[in-house]
């Protein structure tokens, strides 16, 4: 079994920036990919960013340039370095694992961003 944690969501103004961190903890080993997505009021879950084990990370486009996805290994913690937040990045942001096919999900943390 694999449990994610995340933390460092909070209240922010528009323009500033937060760090999301993700603590994998079990039975992790071998390739598998974090991601982080996004879930805003009345929508649907959205992915926002992945890295792997290689590394090699992706993003989308809504976020790319603002956000980057890093991980530390001997930590099992991927982070999620938002800059330039805007209003429309509020929402609950989940952290995921995927290996051999299953996927992992933490309870998410919020992010609002208002001024």
């Known amino acids: 079994q694999v449990q994610l944690v995340e933390s460092g969501g909070g209240l922010v103004q528009p323009g500033e920036s937060l760090r999301l961190s993700c603590a994998a903890s079990g039975s992790i080993f071998g390739f598998y990919i974090m991601g982080w997505y996004r879930q805003a009021p009345g929508k649907q879950r959205d992915w926002v960013a992945s890295?792997?084990?290689?590394?090699?990370?992706n993003y989308a486009d809504s976020v790319r340039g603002r956000f980057t996805i890093s991980r530390d290994n001997a930590e099992n913690t991927v982070y999620l370095q938002m800059n330039s937040l805007k209003p429309e990045d509020t929402a609950v942001y989940y952290c995921?694992?995927?290996?051999?096919?299953?996927?992992?999900w933490g309870k998410g943390t919020l992010v609002t961003v208002s001024s």
């Open positions: 890295i792997s084990t290689l590394p090699s990370t």
């Open positions: 995921k694992l995927s290996r051999m096919g299953v996927d992992y």
